[in-house]
């Protein structure tokens, strides 16, 4: 069984900051990427940034400069500094990890944390 347990969610007004974090925990291979997806009301799931074991990272255009993710290998943990908050960041913030080579052992994904911006 593995849990991957998000933290670090809340709310906070136009402009602010917060950081995500995520913990893997249970029996697992190794993880590999390490991304956060997030889902506002009404709209589909959508990536906002990846990072591979390695340290390789890409971003939603939409957050490209205001938000850095990083992941500590040793503690199996990524996580999300977000920077100049917007109202449009408001939504639930999930952490997803794969186990193994592009998730072949396993494909995981974390409860989530609500992100709200007020304006």
């Known amino acids: 069984q593995v849990q991957l347990v998000e933290s670090g969610g809340g709310l906070v007004q136009a402009g602010g900051s917060l950081t995500l974090s995520c913990a893997a925990s249970?029996?697992?291979?190794?993880?590999?990427?390490m991304n956060w997806y997030r889902q506002a009301p009404g709209k589909q799931r959508e990536l906002v940034a990846g990072i591979t074991r390695g340290g390789i990272t890409n971003y939603a255009d939409s957050v490209k400069g205001r938000f850095t993710i990083s992941r500590d290998n040793a503690k199996n943990m990524v996580f999300l500094q977000m920077n100049s908050l917007e109202p449009e960041d408001t939504a639930v913030y999930h952490c997803?990890?794969?186990?193994?080579?592009?998730?072949?052992?396993?494909?995981?994904w974390g409860q989530g944390t609500q992100v709200t911006v007020s304006s």
């Open positions: 249970g029996s697992f291979f190794s993880i590999n990427a």
């Open positions: 997803y990890a794969d186990d193994g080579y592009r998730g072949l052992v396993g494909r995981y």
